[in-house]
């Protein structure tokens, strides 16, 4: 690794302290208290280095979809836009475990499904759905799919996500169950922009009979969490369901209260910082 990616990748490490004297808030989670350490924002002014915390990034979220067993065969995509050149988007190399997944071998790909920098194929079905949202919304910066568990059995009912829980309400009102194109592995170009169209003001989307998707106009990091928020949150309503008995629902206000103080973009991006830290110290070879 050359000296200035050592550069880079030491800063990204480094722990950030808050000063709220000086940084606007964004959330009530922030300290009021000056001088704590808590999870910063770096600000670029070389977009080099800003392309790098991006991909690095990047490769941390294909690792923690890793951890959680969301591997399924080379199914599975997540996309950022790069800060340059925004109609190119950066991706997970096609074949290649989530858990071997890092920087060295990103691809960056066009909205025509050509690889523009790095060695590997792109995932034809990834090109197909990530390349059309990315395409319709500019807003959109980062979206993850793969084929999970829970989250495609889910996807089989056609329904909406219930507000069973405080987690489960981080989602009210503000994810789409995507009926187009349901069953049909998305291999054709035309099948992009029909999926694409319902991804206007919303996280998430149940692409009934194919799984989960969410969509970021943050960051990766915000993307990637609210994905493996949304999966458990399939998992623990499936397990309400086969009790056979109703469940409390939270109140739609109370959910929207909920949705706006732990359902954020910037809660996302927050929830992913002790991920981030784990994978930093112990795999390293993200970086490579």
């Not at 109370?254 to 809660?267: A, C, M, N």
């Amino acid at each position: 690794m050359s000296a200035i990616l050592d550069q880079i990748t030491a800063a990204a490490r480094k722990e950030h302290r808050f000063d709220p004297r000086t940084e606007p808030r964004e959330s009530i989670y922030q300290p009021a208290q000056p001088d704590l350490m808590f999870p910063g924002r770096p600000r670029f002014d070389d977009v080099t280095q800003e392309r790098q915390y991006l991909k690095e990034r990047l490769a941390g979220a294909c690792r923690a979809f890793a951890r959680q067993g969301f591997d399924y065969g080379f199914a599975g995509h997540l996309t950022i836009r790069d800060p340059e050149r925004p109609e190119l988007y950066w991706t997970n190399p096609m074949c290649v475990h989530f858990r071997q997944v890092k920087v060295s071998n990103l691809i960056l790909v066009d909205h025509k499904g050509k690889v523009i920098e790095g060695d590997h194929a792109v995932n034809r079905a990834g090109f197909v759905l990530h390349a059309a949202v990315h395409e319709a919304h500019p807003d959109i910066l980062a979206m993850c799919h793969a084929h999970t568990t829970y989250g495609t059995a889910f996807a089989a009912l056609g329904q909406p996500l219930a507000p069973i829980s405080q987690d489960a309400a981080a989602f009210f009102e503000d994810h789409v169950v995507i009926n187009d194109e349901a069953g049909q592995v998305a291999v054709e170009e035309d099948a992009g922009p029909k999926v694409a169209d319902w991804f206007t003001g919303v996280k998430a989307a149940i692409h009934q009979n194919h799984g989960l998707f969410t969509a970021s106009r943050h960051s990766i990091e915000a993307a990637a969490f609210w994905f493996i928020a949304l999966e458990r949150c399939c998992q623990q309503e499936l397990m309400v369901r086969a009790t056979g008995v109703s469940p409390k629902l939270v109140p739609a206000e109370k959910s929207r209260y909920s949705r706006e103080h732990v359902g954020s973009e910037y809660i996302g991006w927050l929830h992913f910082q002790t991920i981030w830290n784990d994978l930093v110290r112990s795999e390293p070879d993200l970086f490579d």
